[in-house]
Each structure stands twice: as structure tokens, then as C-alpha cells.
């Protein structure tokens, strides 16, 4: 199976400043890298995503890093703002189970 | 955007009752997924099905059934309901393994 582990668990940035998350995964055929955000009380949403054949993706402000030697990934949300306020959950899988292995979620708190 | 509806939202229960959540997707996807959402442990896969009639085995399965009894519809079974399965309960659907989930909004089940 896949283990996905994701840290920190509790973010708290200043207004306009950037967060980083991160992740590391276990099983080096997992070749796909979602990341959802979860508003409080709403269902996770797919914010951005990254292949095993890329690197670095970037959508606006969100900017998403796959290091697969090391099988580490991270989201970046640089200029944060009140709205960017959620939880967030790393996974990965691999093509071969169909299966999305969750982190544990970051509770990010962007202050203003 | 893809439409998947859970029912109940909310339920409350005795332990060793009887609890069955139900999930609808309207979008054709292949692929349907239950997950349990507790502090701590993120979103954890319980079961999760390839097509009508299909079933395979998540990560937490231990007191669960699940049936897809066509491509709309998939039911989570908890026919002993234990405290331990108090959690926010996510249904999700995708088109194909690999891709963008989308959740349902969540069922929150209380065991007392």
C-alpha cells in the first residue's frame, strides 16, 4: 500500500506572506499528487495537482514541487490571504490500485 | 461541475444498530469511493468500487460493507454500529482512477 505523511498539522502565517506544506509518500510507483482544500463545513475540493512526469506546477498563487528521489511534494501558497484560511490534505497514488492515500491535513490560519 | 449527493447528512445511533449511508453520482464516473474523516488520521479509504457490482477493499474496512448496486448508487453498511465509527463520513466519485475526485457533501454519524 501507500503511507502518506504530512506536516505540519497547524500552519499560522502572517497576511501576504507564504506557506509551505509538505508531504512524503512511501511507495515510489505512486505517479499522481493531488492536493484538496477543505473550507470548514464544505467537502474537500481539488486545488492542484502534479504528474510523476513533472516537477514543478504552478496555478496563480499555488505552486506545487515533486521531488521523487527524495518522495517528497509540497504546496506553496505564496501571498496568502483570509481566504486561503482551510484545511489542507496532500495524497498520492499510484496508477496501478486506483487508490488515493490521504495525509493527515494541515490546518492553515492566515492571519491579517 | 460533478454532482455527488449523500443522505442522511446527519445520524445518530445506538451501538450495535444498524446504519446505511447512501451516495448518488449523476456524472457517468466510473470509480466510487468512501472515505472517513476524522482529526489526526485525514481521510481514510474504507471502500471503494470500479463499476456495478464491483467492490474492493480500502485501508480501514474492518466493521464496514459496501455494495454498488449501479453506477449511480454505492452504500456503506455498518450492521454493528460501534462508537469508534463516530466520524464525518465522505462519498467521492472520479471517472477514472487517477483523476480529480469529487466529494459529496458528508454524513455525519454519531454513535452513542
Known amino acids: 500500500g501507500e503511507q502518506v505523511e504530512q506536516l505540519p498539522s497547524i500552519l499560522r502565517v502572517q497576511e501576504r506572506s507564504s506557506a509551505s506544506i509538505n508531504c512524503t509518500y512511501e511507495?515510489?510507483?505512486?505517479?499522481?499528487f493531488p492536493w484538496y482544500k477543505q473550507e470548514p463545513g464544505e467537502n474537500p475540493k481539488l486545488i492542484i495537482d502534479i504528474r510523476s512526469n513533472m516537477e514543478r506546477k504552478q496555478i496563480q498563487g499555488l505552486i506545487v514541487l515533486l521531488d521523487k528521489k527524495a518522495k517528497r511534494f509540497s504546496l506553496h501558497i505564496t501571498d496568502t490571504q483570509p481566504a486561503d484560511s482551510a484545511m489542507y490534505f496532500c495524497a498520492a497514488s499510484s496508477g496501478g490500485n486506483n487508490k488515493l492515500t490521504f495525509g493527515q491535513g494541515t490546518v492553515l490560519s492566515v492571519i491579517p | 461541475e460533478a454532482a455527488v449527493t449523500q443522505s442522511p447528512r446527519n445520524k445518530v445511533t445506538v451501538t450495535g444498530g444498524n446504519v446505511t449511508l447512501s451516495c448518488r453520482q449523476t456524472n457517468s464516473h466510473n470509480y466510487m469511493y468512501w472515505y472517513r474523516q476524522d482529526t489526526g488520521h485525514g481521510l481514510r479509504l474504507i471502500h471503494y468500487s470500479y463499476g456495478a457490482g464491483n467492490l474492493q477493499i480500502g485501508d480501514v474496512p474492518d466493521g464496514y460493507k459496501a455494495t454498488r448496486t449501479t453506477q449511480e448508487d454505492f452504500f456503506l453498511l455498518l450492521e454493528l454500529a460501534s462508537p469508534s465509527q463516530t466520524s464525518l463520513y465522505f462519498c467521492?466519485?472520479?471517472?477514472?482512477?487517477?483523476?480529480?475526485?469529487?466529494f459529496g457533501e458528508g454524513s455525519r454519524l454519531i454513535v452513542v
Open positions: 511507495n515510489s510507483a505512486s505517479n499522481y
Open positions: 467521492a466519485s472520479s471517472n477514472r482512477g487517477g483523476n480529480t475526485l469529487y
